[in-house]
């Protein structure tokens, strides 16, 4: 089974997420927070943008700061690099993170048999990040065992 080796914190997930704007780099959060099955509730619009039309986007609501500040159980996720929140961090009074700030080692993965694909730079980096976390790799998967003086 494929797993993830970092999800979303539980404290996190158990929230309704919202996610900063609409351009190129909410649309890379959202993905990735599809991905690791946590439900968006909406997108958050900086000051000045006059709602009109069609309120939606990915079939989420877009709302503006007042909106968002009136929601009981909610976060705001940014980009982890994103100039537009400074200019807005003072008008939103629910907590706000950066996306590698809602992210630890998934759970799932302690006490199970780790196998990883491949045995390049990535698989060694993944395996020393594991280890810092006790978790052990039990072993690589590879399809060509040796490639241009790359062991791949």
Avoid at 78 to 85: G, S
Avoid at 138 to 150: A, I, L, M, S
Wanted: net charge positive; glycine share 6%; proline share 2%.
């Amino acid at each position: 089974m494929i797993k993830f080796i970092k999800s979303v914190k539980d404290d996190i997930a158990k929230k309704d997420v919202y996610v900063w704007n609409v351009n190129v780099d909410s649309m890379n959060l959202f993905v990735s927070l599809g991905i690791m099955l946590i439900d968006i509730k909406g997108f958050v619009l900086p000051q000045g943008n006059n709602l009109k039309g069609d309120n939606t986007i990915m079939n989420r609501p877009l709302v503006t700061i007042e909106e968002f500040n009136q929601k009981f159980n909610a976060v705001l996720i940014t980009a982890d690099y994103c100039v537009t929140i400074k200019e807005a961090e003072h008008l939103i009074n629910k907590p706000i993170f950066k996306f590698t700030e809602i992210l630890s080692i998934n759970q799932s993965l302690y006490n199970k048999n780790i196998y990883l694909y491949g045995i390049g730079q990535g698989a060694k980096e993944i395996s020393e990040n594991l280890f810092k976390e006790n978790i052990k790799v039990r072993g690589y998967v590879v399809t060509q065992t040796y490639r241009g003086g790359v062991y791949t």
